[in-house]
């Protein structure tokens, strides 16, 4: 039996940045936007984070998600780890 070890983050706000740990320097993104229902700042439009990728040519990125749980669950996002760590 396999168990995927649990990544431990603060929660998702605007201005927090996360990366890939050492084997990846520098890559990482900040987030821009936290729009879920009953959250501070919720403007009622979709909800969903927003991202900034820190390196390269990439545009902003915007996820319909309806929970942090379904973000980190991204394949794209899922192993990163808070930037203060890295």
Do not use: C
Not at 30 to 46: K, L, M
């Amino acid at each position: 039996m396999s168990t995927k070890p649990k990544i431990i983050r603060k929660s998702l706000a605007v201005g927090n940045e996360y990366g890939f740990g050492p084997m990846y320097p520098g890559a990482g993104f900040r987030v821009t936007s936290v729009e879920f229902r009953g959250r501070a700042g919720y403007d009622g439009g979709v909800q969903g984070v927003g991202i900034k990728w820190l390196h390269g040519d990439k545009r902003g990125e915007f996820h319909l998600v309806n929970s942090e749980e379904e973000f980190w669950n991204i394949i794209t996002v899922r192993y990163a780890i808070d930037a203060e760590v890295v």
